[in-house]
Structure formats: structure tokens, C-alpha cells
């Protein structure tokens, strides 16, 4: 079972950045991906960023482009969200969550239904 706890979520102007962090345990699969999703009230989940996690392979939702990078330190099994240029349609609550994925593409890798692993969740807002 793997658990996963999120950290580093605030308030922050737009224009502005925030890391958040991801704490990562248990046993994660060769096959696994990590991956950083947002919900919005009266949204559906988003996949924002998904990582390799044995191998480093990125991906990134169109909106955040650019914008946001996904990173992992192995040593320390801790997952990184870092958020720069932040928007107000930023704001959202932020979960990390790990999956098995085989085969697919981008898409696949940032489906939420790829991951049965999730976090409670962090929560960004981005004030104009």
C-alpha cells in the first residue's frame, strides 16, 4: 500500500510561486508513475504533471506548461510540484497520487483514473 501526504499549498498573489511537496511510502512498482492533479469546486480532477518514477519521464497538462515542473528526490521519497507564474484559475486543491501504468501515452499518464493511490490534498489560491 502506498501512502502519500501533500504539503506546501498557501495563498499566494498571482504572478507569484509556490513547491509543493509530496511525502511518498510503501512499495512503488518499476512500473509506477507519480503524478500531481488539481480539483477546482464544480470541476472535475485535472491531471497537472506526472513523473516516472524510476526513470524521470515528465508530463504536463496544456495549462500549466511552462509554467510548473514536476520533480522527484528518490533519496528522500518525496514528490515536487514547483509552481511559478501562478494564475487565479490556478486555485484548486492539489493531490499526488501514484499508479501502475502500462503502454499509453501523455494522456494516459495524466488521467486520474490511472492512480489508486491518492493524498488528502493541499490547497492553492491565487488572488488577482
Known amino acids: 500500500q502506498v501512502q502519500l501526504v501533500e504539503s506546501g499549498g498557501g495563498s499566494v498573489q498571482a504572478g507569484g510561486s509556490l513547491r509543493l511537496s509530496c511525502v511518498v511510502s510503501g512499495y512503488i512498482y518499476s512500473t509506477s508513475y507519480l503524478g500531481w492533479f488539481r480539483q477546482a469546486p464544480g470541476k472535475e480532477r485535472e491531471g497537472v504533471a506526472a513523473i516516472y518514477a524510476a526513470g524521470g519521464n515528465t508530463y504536463y497538462g496544456d495549462s500549466v506548461k511552462g509554467r510548473f515542473t514536476i520533480s522527484r528526490d528518490s533519496p528522500k521519497n518525496t514528490l515536487y510540484l514547483q509552481m511559478n507564474s501562478l494564475k487565479p484559475e490556478d486555485t484548486a486543491m492539489y493531490y499526488c497520487?501514484?499508479?501502475?501504468?502500462?503502454?499509453?501515452?501523455?494522456?494516459?499518464?495524466?488521467?486520474?483514473?490511472?492512480?489508486?493511490?491518492w493524498g488528502q490534498g493541499t490547497q492553492v489560491t491565487v488572488s488577482s
Open positions: 497520487a501514484a499508479g501502475s501504468i502500462y503502454g499509453g501515452g501523455s494522456s494516459l499518464r495524466l488521467a486520474p483514473s490511472s492512480y489508486d493511490s
